[in-house]
Structure formats: C-alpha cells, structure tokens
C-alpha cells in the first residue's frame, strides 16, 4: 500500500476464522472479549501497527489491518485469546491488499453471514472502528473504506428484500422454539445473558410469542432489569439461577463467558427442558446431554434451518452484489488517486511559486495593479492545471507511473513525501 501513500506498510490484511471452517469450540478459542480487544489494541501499538480493526461475533474472529506480514496480525490474535498459531492456521483466511477489501464489503453487507442477510455484523463493524479511532489505531483509508462498506450495507438493506424474514441468530433461536415446542405462549421461559444475542431474543420472544412467563438473569442485575422494564417482564438475582432452571421449560443461554455456566449439575428437574446455547465460546456444557429430559441445540445448528423464506432471499443476492461492487469501484477510484495526490500538490505548490514570483514582478511594474483580481485569477488558472492533470492520471488508457516521473521531470518537483493517513 505504499505506492498508494496511505501505510508505511505495503500490505493490507484481513485474517481471520469463520463458521465455515472452524466450528463452535475453536471460535470460542480465538473469542475476543472487551478486555482481550483492548490488551490487542494496545500490543499493537507498541509493535508499531498503524491501523487496525478487530471484529470478535459468535460467527467470527477477523482483524483487518496493515502489515509487512500476515504473521504480525495472527500473532496479536493468537497472543490475545487461547488459540494456537498451528490451530488458526487448518481454519483460516488471510487475504491481501483488494482482496481484504472485498472481503470486508461482503461480511458488512451480510452476504457472508451464517444466516444469509444477517447485518448485525456491520454494527459491530462500527463500534470496532470506533475503538480503534479512539486508540489512535484508525487511519484515513480504513476509516473510509469503513464508511463506504457501511453505505453499501444500508443501500442493500433498503435496495433489496435480502434481510427479509428471519436474518439473525436470535430470530431463528425463536423461530427454532416455535418449530419444536407445542403451546409456547404457556411456557416457562428463562433467558440467562443480556448482551446483544440476549437482548435482540428477549425482544423477538416478546414480539412472537405473547409469553408473560419470561424471566431474565444476568450477573450483573442493572442490565437485565433495564431491558424488563422495556418488555415488563421479570428479573431474578444470578444466585437464583439454579431454581429457576427447575421452573424452566426452555433455557436460552446468552452470556459472554469463556468457560460454560451450564452443565448438568445445576439441572434438577425431570421434566423436559430445551436448551438454546447462543453463546460463543459455547456456555452450556456438552455433559447435560447425558440427561434424558434435555435438548440441546447450539446457534451453529440453528444456522442450518432453512426455510421458504430464506430460499427466496437467496433471490437478491445478484442486486446486492451489483450495489457492493458499484461502492467498492467508488473507493477503489479513490484509492487509485491516492498514487499521485503527493505529486499534483507538489505540482499546485510550483505553479503557486511561479504565480506569486510573477505577482511580484507585476506589482512593482504596474502603478494601477489590481492584487486582489490578479490572485483571484492566479488561484483559478491553477486549479484548472491542477485538475486536468489529475484526470490525465486517472484515465485507465495512460500509464500512471509514467505520467507523474514526466510531470515531476517537467517542473522539477523534488519527489513527494510518503504521507501515512
């Protein structure tokens, strides 16, 4: 990315793991909570990485970031979480330069999700750019790459009817409960974990259930009591969580834990109990299977239903992929003047010499000048130069590189300063 002179780095990375090559445990391994994001950003700082963003969802871990090698990226990962270097590497992607760039622009647009048209992931997107500007780790190309695939996100969501019917995990853990429990309305429903995950599923069981026997449990109480409010449903302290799986027909567990809350102990009842892990790492240990009166289902198997509504999503996705490249061509335009900006400023600084050289001279010859016209006229003729040598150099049928050695050579511009934006 150096001739582009946006990163004294000459590459721009994505890296990363996903559900289609890493199940359910090894995404739990290389999880990143907000403490392991904060502990990545700031070692990165210190390795001297200029720009960086991390995304860490329950369908996956990427960091986009500029480096001299992908290693220096999963290094930071693997230094953060409790994955291995041997075990990132029969599970990930690395991808380069445009490639990254794409990438970034399909996880954003939700074509890449676990449930097709899911965009929660470009709200994470956000808010990690937002820590990263925060850190000083958000240059002027991720910083606008960002921007434009958050534009092709909202322009997919209203351009095309890809994220109709159920888009996220949490619609499907309801759409799942639905499926599989009779009378739903009349059951005991337990939500451990209000996080994001949590939260959207209280709101869709609310909406699609018409339950009055929901109960939150979060451990930190505040949280789960401001969401009841919303919805007027009931809260119990953490230290209450094992009498209520007993009351419990249907456990959805949401918690951000790194190691599982749920295992088979803490089930004390016969009566049948399902089960939702929504959690990644997983938080329901695997052990209350051995129970008879239990069904477990993880979100991974909820990514798998698919329904009518979902086939005709599958409809949209030319549209969506004609928008994403429409943008990406935008940015990729801007990109390619990155090349030669240093040089046509250089260029508009020599023809600002030349002109004020020749005011001067003017100034002293004529008795009536008119200063304030003649700069007025000056700063108008540059512009113009300026401006069609820029489109000179964006036309595909030149030779960039041979074009800005021959305006350099013609006015003798000294060679630009690389500008890390």
Not at 21 to 44: T, V, Y
Not at 161 to 181: C, H
Not at 238 to 249: K, P, R, V
């Amino acid at each position: 990315m150096q001739k582009y002179n946006i990163s004294k780095s000459s590459y721009f990375y994505a890296i990363g793991l996903s559900y289609k090559k890493a199940d359910a445990d090894i995404r739990g391994r290389f999880s990143l909570d907000e403490e392991s994001k904060l502990e990545l950003l700031n070692q990165a700082k210190e390795n001297g990485i200029e720009s960086l963003v991390v995304t860490s969802t329950c369908n996956r871990t990427e960091i986009y970031g500029f480096a001299q090698h992908p290693f220096q990226l999963i290094q930071l990962l693997c230094d953060n979480t409790r994955g291995t270097v041997e075990e990132f590497q029969d599970v990930a992607y690395i991808f380069k330069n445009k490639e990254a760039i794409a990438h970034m622009f399909r996880v954003g647009s939700g074509l890449d999700s676990q449930i097709l048209g899911d965009f929660e992931i470009i709200s994470q997107l956000k808010i990690s750019a937002k820590l990263s500007r925060k850190h000083g780790l958000l240059n002027h190309f991720t910083e606008r790459l960002v921007n434009a695939v958050i534009q092709a996100s909202k322009r997919i969501k209203t351009e095309t009817d890809i994220s109709s019917g159920a888009t996220s995990v949490s619609f499907a853990s309801v759409q799942y409960i639905f499926n599989s429990v009779e009378n739903v309305s009349e059951k005991n429903i337990l939500l451990f974990g209000t996080g994001k995950i949590g939260r959207n599923t209280c709101e869709n069981l609310v909406k699609h259930t018409k339950n009055e026997h929901i109960t939150l449990i979060n451990r930190t109480k505040g949280k789960a009591e401001k969401i009841a409010g919303k919805f007027n449903l009931i809260v119990k302290d953490y230290s209450n969580l094992q009498e209520e799986i007993t009351t419990s027909d249907i456990l959805i567990v949401a918690t951000g834990a790194q190691r599982p809350t749920i295992d088979k102990h803490i089930i004390q009842s016969n009566k049948p109990l399902l089960i939702l892990d929504l959690s990644i790492p997983k938080n329901v240990d695997t052990n209350v299977e051995e129970l008879d009166n239990v069904s477990l289902v993880h979100l991974d198997d909820l990514s798998k239903i698919t329904d009518q509504t979902l086939e005709a999503r599958k409809a949209h996705i030319p549209s969506a992929e004609g928008i994403i490249e429409e943008i990406k061509a935008e940015f990729n335009s801007w990109l390619e003047t990155r090349k030669f900006a240093p040089t046509i400023k250089a260029l508009k600084h020599k023809l600002t010499d030349f002109a004020s050289a020749e005011l001067d001279t003017q100034r002293k010859k004529l008795s009536d000048f008119n200063e304030e016209q003649a700069e007025i006229i000056s700063a108008k003729i540059i512009q113009k130069i300026t401006n069609h040598f820029a489109h000179h150099l964006k036309d595909d049928d030149v030779s960039t590189d041979d074009s800005l050695e021959l305006i350099k050579k013609v006015f003798q511009l000294e060679e630009p300063k690389k500008t890390n934006v």
